[in-house]
C-alpha cells in the first residue's frame, strides 16, 4: 500500500481536539517539526502530548505549548522552554514528569500490547508513592498530584527487590521524523533521532512520518531498517529546504 501523503496539512487534517500525540525526537533530533507546523496551522486544541521534551520556546513542541493548544503532557525532561515553566507553574498546564529510560519503557509496552511492567527506577520517591505535582492552582498550591503506583517485592539474580509498576502509554496519534522511507512506510532513523522516534511510531494508533529522503520500494537493506512500515500509516516527504530547516538546541562552539 502506497502510504505517501501529499503534504503534512493533509496527513494532520483528521487529528481532533483533545487528541493524545506520542511525538518522537530527542531534545530537537529528529523532532517532526514539519508535522508540528502543520499541527499548529490547523488551530487543533486541548491536546495530550507524550514526548522525552517540550521542545524549546520558539521550535518544535514548543511552537504548540506557546500558542495555548497543549493542556497535558507526559515527559522526562523540560529544562530548555520558560514557557513550559511559566504554564506549569501558573496552572495553566498539567505535566506528568517520568524517568527517562521508563518513559521509553511505557512506550514500547504500548506498542507491544504490553499492559504495564515493573522497574527499580522510583522505588522509594514520589514516583512511588505519589504526590508529585501534576497540576498547580493559580494560587501555587497543588490541584492534581500523582497517585501512589503498586510497589511488588521480586527476586533477581539471587537479590530481593521493592519494583514499582508502571503502566503502558499509548496515544491516538504518532508524529515521527525519519532519515530515510519508503512508499511502504519502513524507516530508518539517523543517529539520536531513533532513541524516541520508533518507540512512539509503534504506541501510535494512527502513525505520521515525515521523511527527509523518500525512496523507492526495496532499496532499503530489510536488516538496516529500524521500524517497519506495519506501524507507520502516513508517509510526507520533506522538500530539500525543510530538510535543511534544523535548530540547534544550545550552541557551545562558536
Given at each position: ?115 504495564a511492567f515493573y522497574t527499580r527506577t522510583g522505588v522509594g520517591t514520589l514516583v512511588a508513592s505519589g504526590g508529585l505535582p ?76 515525515e521523511v527527509e529522503e523518500l525512496v523507492p520500494v526495496g532499496a532499503l537493506d530489510p536488516d538496516s531498517i529500524h521500524l ?27
Open positions: 500500500m502506497d502510504k505517501v501523503v501529499q503534504s503534512a496539512v493533509e496527513a494532520v487534517a483528521d487529528i481532533p481536539d483533545g487528541a493524545t500525540l506520542a511525538v518522537g525526537g530527542f531534545g530537537l533530533c529528529g523532532i517532526p517539526s514539519l508535522l508540528i507546523h502543520a499541527l499548529l496551522d490547523s488551530g487543533v486544541q486541548d491536546l495530550e502530548v507524550v514526548s522525552n521534551n517540550c521542545g524549546v520556546d520558539d521550535w518544535g513542541l514548543g511552537l504548540l505549548l506557546q500558542a495555548g493548544r497543549i493542556r497535558r503532557i507526559i515527559a522526562s525532561y523540560v529544562g530548555e522552554n520558560k514557557e513550559f515553566a511559566r504554564q506549569y507553574l501558573a496552572g495553566e498546564l498539567e505535566v506528568e514528569l517520568t524517568p527517562q529510560g521508563t518513559l521509553a519503557e511505557r512506550l514500547r509496552a504500548g506498542g507491544s500490547g504490553i499492559a501534576w497540576r498547580y492552582s493559580p494560587d501555587g498550591s497543588v490541584l492534581v498530584e500523582s497517585p501512589p503506583k503498586p510497589v511488588e517485592t521480586f527476586t533477581v539474580r539471587g537479590v530481593s527487590s521493592d519494583f514499582v509498576r508502571e503502566e503502558a502509554i499509548t496515544a491516538d496519534y504518532a508524529l515521527v521524523r525519519a532519515a530515510r522511507g519508503d512508499r511502504l512506510g519502513n524507516l530508518v532513523f539517523h543517529s539520536s533521532a531513533r532513541n524516541f522516534n520508533p518507540l512512539c511510531a509503534a504506541a501510535g494508533a494512527v502513525t505520521i512520518a517497519p512500515g506495519i506501524f507507520v500509516d502516513r508517509v510526507v516527504a520533506l522538500s530539500p529546504a525543510e530538510v535543511a530547516d534544523k535548530r540547534i538546541e544550545r550552541r557551545t562552539v562558536s
